[in-house]
C-alpha cells in the first residue's frame, strides 16, 4: 500500500474516533497538528491518565478493565467515592500513566526529524519501532509512571493522589508544548 493510501486510510479512522468521541480530548490539538503534516500520520493516542484499574497478574492484560479512569487531574472526593465503591473480587490497581502516542512516517528522514523534535520538546521516552516500505512506526510516550496494588495501600491517599495529578499536570503542559511545535 503507498504512503498516500496508507494516510488516508489512517486518516479516516482517527476521524470516525473523533467524531464518536473516542479520542482523549487533551490530545486533540496535537493529534490535528501531527496529522497536518503531510508527512506523518496518527496511530493511536493516549493523552495520559489516573487509573483504578482491575487486574490480576494470573489473568494478565487482557483480562483488566477500567474500572473508573480520568483522563486530567481527579478531585480527591471523586476518587475516594469510586475507590471505596469496588466491590469486586479481583485485584484493584492505581496507576498514574503518561501520554502515549504511535505515529507512522512517510520514510526513515521524516522519522528522525520526528524523534529529534520530540525529543527537543522534552520527551525522553520513545523511538524508530519497526521500518516498513511505506512507513516508518514510532512510539513516544512521558516518563512519568505509578502502578502498585491497591490493598497495600494503607492510610490516607491524598499525598500520592496529590503526586499523581502533579504528574497529570506536567504531563498535559508537555502535551501543550508538543501540539505547539512546529511539525
Known sequence: MSWTSYRGS??????KALGEGKVDKPAIGLLDRLNANP???TLSSCSGRIDLLVY???RGKKESSH???WHGQVGHEDFEMKLSSYAGKLPLWFKCEPFILHVAAKDVGVADSFVKKMRSNGVRRGGIQAIGKSRVA??????????F????M????????????????KNLEL??????ADW
Open 10 to 15: 489512517r486518516l479516516a479512522s482517527y476521524k
Open 39 to 41: 508527512d506523518l500520520v
Open 154 to 169: 494503607e492510610g490516607e491517599w491524598n499525598g500520592i493522589l496529590d503526586m499523581a495529578n502533579r504528574m497529570m499536570k
Open 138 to 147: 514510532i512510539e513516544v510516550s512521558g516518563s512519568s509512571y505509578i502502578s
Open 67 to 69: 474500572y473508573a479512569k
Open 56 to 58: 490480576d497478574i494470573e
Open 149 to 152: 496494588p491497591v490493598e497495600f
Open 175 to 180: 502535551l501543550g508544548r508538543l501540539e505547539k
